[in-house]
């Protein structure tokens, strides 16, 4: 037997199995990161904390009423403008709980709504939570800042988007 046909045929299998490795784990990381909520999903089951280091669950939102939820970096730009639509429309977001979740440090996020929400921070229906937990992307699936999730009065998923040109559409639903 020629010594080389047996380094090419070791050769062969080994670039093999990588390149099968190499497959499965893209498709993993493919499945992974295409997951997101689906409409009529009920709302995830986390628990943030309020400014005052208390904790705030999802199972504390009450039924009856639509919840929004937006999911923020007080740096982003999208998420700074988002949050001056909001306050500019406040009026119209007095029917629906209105949840702000980042997971900045509270003097970011108290910053970022003196700043873009200013009105939204006298609301009783608004209430900014930190995720110092880092719970809220993996049971959520946001794309990326800022993610809106409108969830019915059944606490199941109405409509989700990442992209601050569908407010719009959240505020027709949000009547």
């Known amino acids: 037997m020629d010594p080389g046909i047996g380094y090419s045929r070791t050769f062969i299998k080994t670039v093999m199995k990588k390149l099968t490795l190499a497959?499965?784990?893209?498709?993993?990381?493919a499945s992974v990161?295409?997951?997101?909520?689906?409409?009529?999903?009920?709302i995830p089951k986390a628990v943030f904390y309020k400014a005052d280091g208390k904790t705030f669950s999802t199972e504390q939102i009450a039924t009856?009423?639509?919840?929004?939820?937006?999911?923020?970096?007080?740096?982003?730009?999208?998420?700074?403008?988002?949050?001056?639509?909001?306050?500019?429309?406040?009026?119209?977001?007095?029917?629906?709980?209105?949840?702000?979740v980042s997971q900045d440090e509270f003097r970011s996020i108290n910053y970022f709504l003196t700043n873009?929400?200013?009105?939204?921070?006298?609301?009783?229906?608004?209430?900014?939570?930190?995720?110092?937990?880092?719970?809220?992307?993996?049971l959520f699936f946001p794309k990326q800042y800022p993610s809106l999730y409108l969830f019915g009065a059944?606490?199941?998923?109405?409509?989700?988007?990442s992209n601050e040109?569908?407010?719009?559409?959240?505020?027709?639903?949000i009547k």
């Not at 497959?23 to 990381?29: G, Q």
């Not at 999911?71 to 709980?97: I, M, P, W, Y």
């Not at 040109?165 to 639903?173: D, I, T, W, Y």
């Open 23 to 29: 497959i499965a784990l893209i498709l993993f990381s």
């Open 154 to 161: 059944d606490k199941r998923l109405i409509y989700f988007s």
């Open 64 to 100: 009856g009423k639509k919840t929004l939820l937006m999911f923020f970096d007080a740096t982003c730009g999208h998420c700074q403008k988002v949050a001056a639509d909001f306050s500019k429309r406040s009026k119209e977001l007095s029917g629906v709980n209105l949840y702000l």
């Open 33 to 42: 990161f295409s997951q997101s909520l689906t409409p009529g999903t009920a």
């Open 116 to 138: 873009y929400g200013k009105p939204l921070m006298s609301l009783p229906n608004v209430t900014a939570l930190q995720d110092k937990d880092h719970v809220f992307i993996p």
């Open 165 to 173: 040109k569908e407010l719009p559409k959240f505020f027709s639903l």
